[in-house]
């Protein structure tokens, strides 16, 4: 990737994390700066990697370019309830992102049913798949709750349904961390493999029903599902997989994913509890999605970004001490008090820029 991209998507994703404090400093309750730091992050940043990753290409495609710009104007039209420009833009970003799709797979996606398939393969196009619908079904959305009302549901938001694009970036990274399995594909592994791939990926579909629904009892059994699932996901990839830099950054990323599905556990719990207080808990709640954006997630985009490159040069477990101190602890209380705000903005600012332009041994050969 060439120093301009590295430079846009690094500002992009610090930008994004701003975004998630602002409401601090300027209170607006017409708008929700929320979504401006779940789309910059997810749609904008993750979704144009993905693409940029799924083509394989060293120069960034017209394709991938139209993607981008669109999806900034999705995200800006949308936090400024400019929904006929949100819904119109999202037809031709659903078209782009199914033709590169198509290009790399197949229409139908046939591969998941196949025993010959790389799970990695798998996970890859599934988050493809994930990206389109969840474009569809955001508009899909927005087309019930702000015109036509056919159905009416506490939990059936906008902003829940925006979360779900982070959904195709954990997907991605489970590709990445599928992929350093690929030795293990031909023996008896390859059983537990699938069965991973299929209680993440539909396990997540289901949670987020039942979610809709309001049925907690049902998402803690699938939840206790996803972590069972991501254990052993963890425990075959510090087993089997290749000694590189960059296992170390995706075994942290795991780890996060971990603590995602242990937290919400909890939340759940919680939730069912007598005399609960949505506000009581709200850091919980906080810290799992900044675990799971700014954690796991981002873990996953910094490897597809220095792919090329590693071993880079840092001081991994510096690097990833910072990086869990500022996602589950400085950006949490950020959300409640603003020095701690700052302080996770230059956490994260450090973390970010370190992954991104950390040199790397070619590099230091050449000087």
Known sequence: MNIKLKILFSLLMITALVFGFIH??????????????????????GGTILLYYTQGRVKVSKTITFFFLGSLIYAFSAFFKIYPVTILISVPLFILVEKIRI??????????????????EKFHQASLLCLSIGIVMASLVILNNEYFKFVTMEKLTLNTFFLGFSFPLSLITLSLVFTMLKKIEGSSAKVVMEACFWTITLGVIIFFIFILFEKFIPQIFVTAALFTAVVIVFLLYTKFAEKIQ?????????????????????????????????????????????????GWNLCGLSVICRFDDFPIRLHSPTVIFIHWLTAIVLAPLGVFYG?????????????????????????????
Request: a neutral charge; glycine letters at 6%; aromatic letters at 16%.
């Open 24 to 45: 601090i400093y300027f209170p607006a309750d017409n708008y929700s700066f929320e979504r401006l730091h779940i789309f910059l992050f997810n749609l904008c940043t």
């Open 103 to 120: 290009e790399k797979f197949s229409l139908v996606p046939i591969q998941f049913i196949s025993l010959k398939e790389p799970v990695s």
């Open 246 to 294: 960059q296992k170390l950054f995706l075994t942290s990323g795991i780890g996060f994913l971990i603590l995602t599905a242990v937290s919400g556990i909890v939340y759940i719990c919680m939730q069912m509890s007598e005399g609960y207080d949505p506000q009581k808990i709200k850091w919980l709640l906080h810290m799992h999605v900044f675990a799971s954006l700014y």
């Open 339 to 367: 020095g701690f705000a700052i302080l996770a903005i230059i956490g994260y600012s450090f973390i970010t820029l370190t992954l991104f332009f950390s040199r790397n041994k070619r590099e230091r050969a050449d000087e």
